[in-house]
């Protein structure tokens, strides 16, 4: 049972340390134009980031270290509540496919691809 609880909790720090690395990689590399939020409610609907060019989300960014991921309940209420804007799912692996419509995952390196909305 120990390893069990000592692999969860390296999971956990593995999971926010990368979370944190993504975050500082992307806000330093924004453009002017674009700011940097975090969304979410006291429902526990949240994204991890949303990226916003004047009043409109252009990118909601979720960062993951599965290796199979997908948008939780609470991502997918949020994605709604800010007007279904493209979505990016990030990993630490260098892939790059679409997970569903307006939905892409992606390693951290193709992400710029997509900071525009252009999904």
């Known amino acids: ?7 969860a909790g390296r999971n956990q720090i ?7 690395y ?10 002017s134009s674009i700011l940097p939020y975090f969304y979410r409610t ?16 252009v990118l909601a960014v979720e960062i993951k270290m599965s290796a199979s991921p997908s ?3 609470g991502n997918r209420l949020a994605l709604s509540d800010l007007g279904n804007p493209p979505a990016a799912i ?3 692996h260098n892939v790059d496919y679409p997970l569903e419509e307006q939905v892409r995952v992606c390693g951290l390196e193709h992400l ?3 900071m525009d909305g252009g999904l």
Do not use: F, H, T
Request: net charge positive; aromatic share 4%.
């Open 71 to 73: 948008l939780s309940k």
């Open 22 to 31: 993504v975050l500082q990689q992307i806000i330093a590399n924004l453009p």
């Open 112 to 114: 710029s691809k997509y």
């Open 14 to 20: 593995a999971g926010a340390s990368w979370e944190g």
């Open 90 to 92: 990030v990993l630490p």
């Open 1 to 7: 049972m120990r390893r069990r609880e000592d692999r």
């Open 42 to 57: 006291k429902d526990g609907s949240e994204i991890d980031l949303v990226l916003v060019r004047g009043n409109k989300p």
